[in-house]
């Protein structure tokens, strides 16, 4: 079992940043890649960004490609996600994800642990 829980979320205005923090518990942490999700009302899940379980390699969305960096501290079996730049349509609930290794996915269906989220609003 992992344990993950969301925080850094809040109201912020369009051009500011956030950066979301994500404890994970319960399983060594280095054996799982982290994902990142959000979803809007109204719209499916979709994939934010994922970073593998060493750090080694990280991928993201287009929409926030240069924008958001992912990275992870496995001392403190931490995930962040720092959001630069922030738009209206980056508002959503932000979900922290965990996916046991080899899997490598963009898939949120693929991931065996989900935090309860976190949100995020970006006001024009």
């Known amino acids: 079992q992992v344990q993950l829980v969301e925080s850094g979320g809040g109201l912020v205005q369009a051009g500011d940043s956030l950066r979301l923090s994500c404890a994970a518990s319960?399983?060594?942490?280095?054996?799982?890649?982290m994902g990142w999700f959000r979803q809007a009302p109204g719209k499916e899940r979709e994939f934010v960004a994922l970073?593998?379980?060493?750090?080694?390699?990280?991928y993201y969305t287009d929409s926030v490609k240069g924008r958001f960096t992912i990275s992870r501290d496995n001392t403190k079996n931490m995930v962040y996600l720092q959001m630069d730049g922030l738009k209206p349509e980056d508002t959503a609930s932000y979900y922290c994800?965990?996916?046991?290794?080899?899997?490598?996915?963009?898939?949120?269906?693929?991931?065996?642990?989900w935090g309860r989220g976190t949100q995020v609003t970006v006001s024009s």
């Open positions: 994800a965990a996916d046991y290794i080899p899997s490598l996915s963009f898939e949120g269906r693929e991931y065996d642990y």
């Open positions: 319960g399983r060594p942490f280095s054996t799982l890649n």
């Open positions: 970073i593998t379980f060493n750090g080694g390699r990280t």
